[in-house]
């Protein structure tokens, strides 16, 4: 079970912490990434981390920044300069074998949402 946390109400230009921590074993080998869900709108791909990449979409490249700490099996998402936009429920997921960072379908653990809600 992923818990993530971190959420919360802000006004633009702010910033928020998400942490994420796994009970996965050999956590170094995993995945891991954030998603994002806006009201009526589709889930999307954020970040994602693994051993050899760091992958971002466009709309967060210089804002956020996606880290981990195997030791602790946890991952961490620092969103900088957030916007309207931006507010959505954020998902945490964990895969072992993810051949596309970007989609949805290669993670196999997935978090409960937490919720960023920025206002203008």
């Known amino acids: 079970q992923l818990q993530a946390c971190g959420g919360g109400l802000v006004q633009a230009g702010a910033s928020l912490r998400l942490a994420c921590a796994t009970p996965v074993r050999t956590f170094s080998n995993y995945a891991m990434a954030w998603f994002r869900q806006a009201p009526g709108k589709e889930r999307e791909f954020v970040a994602a981390i693994n051993r050899f990449t760091i992958d971002y979409a466009d709309f967060v490249k210089g804002r956020f920044t996606i880290s981990r700490d195997n030791a602790k099996a946890a991952v961490y998402l620092q969103m900088n300069s957030l916007n309207t936009e931006d507010t959505a429920d954020y998902y945490c997921?964990?895969?072992?074998?993810?051949?596309?960072?970007?989609?949805?379908?290669?993670?196999?653990?997935w978090g409960q949402g937490t919720l960023v809600t920025v206002s203008s």
């Open positions: 997921a964990v895969g072992r074998s993810v051949a596309n960072l970007r989609g949805t379908d290669e993670y196999n653990y």
